[in-house]
């Protein structure tokens, strides 16, 4: 019956019941949201699926903090978002890369990963590559407004309320990375093989 209840009585049953099956349902509900936000932020799977995991042990210990002003979900994706842009400075400080690093560059998806299927054409492949440079190009704060924004296909609020930025600063960084985006893009047209 736990898949009868709202994400907050699940968080509430997980607390107050110390039931373990009622956090469980919420992993179940909201894994592939978060690991797609981390893909999309990260652009490695081996990355996406740590910072996943990462955020829900963060929650489960952080169960009884949560205080219900924002909604579970929101909740999930700020500690989403904290866990990317930690593992991004960790890789700052090793000096790594990913986004020169042309030997993980079929790794680089911003959608959660589906395995190709034999019916792809060139064309699209080419195009996806390109959208997918054009958006590890773009600066950590407009990369993660535009992976929420288009491939989590978060609304503004619900960004807004993640990120805890004024509502006003997340349409402007959304505009700004489209307009970037299109630019990139403009820049380097798809050759039909």
Known sequence: MLFNL???????????????DAFGEI????????????????????????AAQETFIAAYRNLKNFRGEAKVSSWLHRIAVNQCLTTKRRQKTRSESFLDDEENAAERVFIAP?????????????RLHLVRQAVGSLPADLRQVIVM?????????????????PLSTVKSR???????????LERTPVEVV
């Open 6 to 20: 709202t994400d907050e009585q699940l968080v509430e049953l997980a607390v107050t019941a110390q039931n373990p």
């Open 27 to 50: 992993v179940k509900r909201w894994e592939r949201k978060i690991f797609a936000l981390c893909f999309g932020m990260l652009a490695r799977e081996d990355e996406a699926k740590d």
């Open 114 to 126: 589906s395995r190709l299927m034999p019916s792809k054409t060139i064309e699209h492949n080419e």
């Open 149 to 165: 924004k288009e491939f989590e296909e978060m609304t503004f609020q619900e960004i807004s309320d993640v990120l805890e930025l």
């Open 174 to 184: 959304v505009y700004t990375a489209l307009k970037q985006l299109r630019m990139k």
